[in-house]
């Protein structure tokens, strides 16, 4: 093939996949497999790989790693992104509207209503069909450059579908996270020791100002694009045409919307929104309601930042406010000490809220919440309910600042801050609590996932000494079981055979299930891949650990300790024992293969895939990816501006190769 058909090939898989990733995001309608469509990227990427010069920023190929962003720049908006007035209930809409009539000197006009949603206002500029600038709303006037990661957002087309589209244009849209991401993320950050987000707008925020973009792509985001921001083209008479144009041209359009003639209807649809909105996969907190002929707007204009066309009809926010009656703290499986606030038992939203979480001493200390306090308790969606803040008026004078306990509430150890974190941890690794939740955690589902063995037997087993740590349940006995309370022979003999089913587990999932603290299974899951053994994962120095890609020093750090703990040694050995899996299946490297006993080391950045794949490819093919020159290495792979790896070779005599002759040599055996 030569460079011509190339181009050829590459533009008609573009098209193809843009295509498809349309009828997959933006539609929710794919029209061909998983299957299928990676075989489009393979190739895509194959050809890419092999004529690097046609290579596009907007190649659907260069939008999930992202490119690290220097700091970002300063988008002039060419209009200003603007703000909404509020109405708290239908006075106050019939208010807004009667006004927009006297100004019009009409007797009505249509309404379109929006769900309005609770995430991150972006702009997005397009030329000639390509997406080229996306920015913050910022102060409405100056945003910041987040073009980068916005790149890594499925649903926003990066080379529209429409060939008539204004050769200029901009949309507005709101960039948020599912309520399903949003705890997830969450998850995975207290797994992690990092601080929680508060709601799922801050997530999206957090997000999307993110420095590194690869940070971004790995969260969960999605667009719904909302107005028409500016254009220098024709565009239809109504916000209602122009929503059904823009999502012809590929945009991704809300499909809750309507259009109402008066506001009757949209009084109606916004009570059944107040219900309904708790359906929705995505936090809103009211409905837009915006007038539909254009030619309205200027008249209608602007007072301060909030145009008089449209207004934000809020839903009533589900909070409550009740007396905190105590603060308790839960030991967490890694030692954490959690605390929570035991509230007077009050409704929220229909839901009976007497606890909330208050993640941690310093959360507390910054909201300024007292023991004895009447708070505001606030339940935003599906998430757990959380407690929004003091009521300072109706204090007495005898509320009582939280101190965390300086000693586990269940052992008695002194507790731990270690220093940058905000957890404080029992470091008693003997501590009942700590057992409890460790071997409910091993158990549990995402672990090693013995069915029948619930919370509940868990704590019977402890307490009645069959038990000390999780290893144990393996040498269980059947004459141990039904000696217990209500445990028949049946039951015994059910769980024994859970227990031994257990025994086959993933590697990842026993690596999760050993409670390492800062380690989710999504890290525990990466840990197997990489070290495909305990025996390695155990031997694996800080800087090893720290060496693979989304392993920041301080879970690296972690990791270390855990494997020197006499007593976490003592455990793996007996689940050695009692023969648990204590690898993955498949050998970590083919010890044959075309690169067998051959060790590559990259430098520099690689134009054709990050470092993350070429490493993978290399182990693929049975040769092994180290991160350090050593007089052992057999090739320096010297990617865009290589680092002081290079002059190293060159000392040792290793050999070199350019970006291109790795490629070929992969190509050659296969792996591409
Ligand atoms: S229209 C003047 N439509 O609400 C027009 N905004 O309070 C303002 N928002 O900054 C934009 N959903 O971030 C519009 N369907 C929707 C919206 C929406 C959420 C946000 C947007 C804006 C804020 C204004």
Redesign the pocket.
């Known amino acids: 093939m030569n460079l011509y058909q190339a181009r050829q090939r590459v533009e008609d898989l573009r098209a193809q996949v843009r295509y498809h990733d349309y009828r997959y995001y933006v539609l929710d309608s794919p029209e061909i497999s998983d299957a299928e469509y990676d075989e489009l990227m393979r190739e895509l990427r194959e050809l890419e790989a092999r004529f690097p010069q046609l290579i596009t920023p907007d190649s659907p190929t260069q939008r999930v790693s992202g490119q690290p962003v220097e700091a970002f720049g300063v988008v002039e908006h060419r209009t200003p992104?603007?703000?909404?007035g509020n109405a708290f209930d239908y006075e106050e809409l019939q208010a807004w509207y009667r006004r927009a009539l006297g100004i019009l000197e009409v007797e009505g006009f249509p309404l379109v209503c929006?769900?309005?949603?609770d995430?991150?206002?972006v702009a997005l500029v397009y030329e000639d069909g390509r997406f080229v600038q996306g920015a913050t709303?910022g102060d409405g006037f100056r945003g910041e450059n987040v073009t980068e990661n916005l790149r890594t957002i499925r649903s926003i087309p990066m080379r529209l579908l429409a060939k008539d589209a204004p050769p200029r244009f901009e949309v507005?849209g709101?960039v948020y996270m599912s309520k399903t991401a949003f705890e997830r993320l969450n998850e995975e950050r207290t797994d992690q020791g990092q601080p929680r987000f508060a709601n799922p707008r801050n997530a999206a925020a957090g997000s999307v100002r993110q420095l590194d973009s690869r940070i971004t792509a790995q969260r969960s985001l999605d667009i719904?694009v909302?107005?028409l921001g500016w254009t220098d083209g024709a565009y239809p008479p109504t916000h209602w045409e122009t929503l059904q144009w823009l999502q012809d041209m590929g945009f991704r359009i809300?499909p809750e919307i309507d259009r109402h003639e008066g506001l009757e209807g949209v009084e109606r649809h916004y009570r059944q929104w107040a219900d309904r909105r708790h359906d929705l996969e995505y936090e809103i907190d009211g409905l837009?309601v915006?007038a539909d002929p254009f030619q309205y707007y200027e008249r209608l204009g602007i007072v301060g930042r909030e145009?008089r066309w449209?207004t934000?009809y809020k839903f009533p926010p589900i909070q409550a406010t009740t007396k905190l009656l105590r603060i308790e703290i839960n030991i967490g499986r890694t030692g954490t000490l959690n605390p929570y606030a035991v509230l007077k038992p009050v409704q929220v939203g229909g839901v009976t809220v007497s606890k909330a979480t208050l993640h941690n001493e310093e959360d507390i200390q910054r909201k300024g919440i007292r023991v004895g306090d009447t708070v505001i308790v606030q339940r935003a969606g599906d998430v757990i309910p959380q407690v929004v803040g003091p009521v300072v008026s109706k204090r007495t004078g005898r509320e009582k600042v939280f101190v965390m306990p300086d000693r586990c509430p269940a052992c008695g150890t002194e507790v731990r801050r270690p220093e940058g974190e905000v957890m404080h941890y029992c470091p008693n690794p003997a501590c009942p609590a700590q057992a409890f939740r460790w071997l409910t955690h091993f158990v549990s589902r995402g672990a090693m996932d013995v069915e029948g063995l619930g919370e509940s037997w868990c704590y019977v087993l402890l307490e009645e000494g069959l038990v000390k740590d999780p290893a144990d349940i393996y040498s269980l006995t059947k004459e141990q079981l039904v000696g217990l309370e209500r445990m028949a022979e049946k039951s015994a003999e059910n769980l024994l055979s859970a227990i031994e089913a257990s025994k086959d587990r993933p590697l990842g999932r026993l690596i999760f299930a050993l409670g390492i603290r800062h380690v989710g299974s999504e890290i525990a899951a990466l840990l197997a891949s990489h070290f495909a053994s305990i025996d390695a994962l155990t031997r694996a120095s800080v800087e090893e650990l720290a060496a693979i890609p989304t392993i920041g020093p301080r879970i690296a750090e972690s990791v270390h300790q855990y494997f020197r703990d006499a007593g976490n040694l003592r455990v793996i050995e007996k689940l050695r024992r009692a023969g648990v899996r204590m690898a993955e299946e498949r050998a970590p490297a083919p010890p044959e293969g075309p690169l067998a006993d051959l060790t590559f080391v990259i430098t520099g950045t690689l134009a054709s895939m990050p470092r993350s794949k070429a490493e993978e490819l290399i182990r693929q093919l049975g040769g092994s990816a180290s991160d350090s020159v050593t007089k052992k290495t057999d090739y320096l792979v010297a990617g865009e501006s290589p680092g002081s790896k290079l002059q190293k070779a060159q000392r040792y005599g290793t050999k070199l190769l350019s970006e291109q002759e790795f490629l070929e040599l992969l190509h050659q055996h296969g792996a591409m």
């Open positions: 992104l603007l703000s909404l929006e769900p309005k949603i995430g991150l206002a709303r507005r709101e719904w909302y107005q809300n837009v915006k145009p449209a934000a």
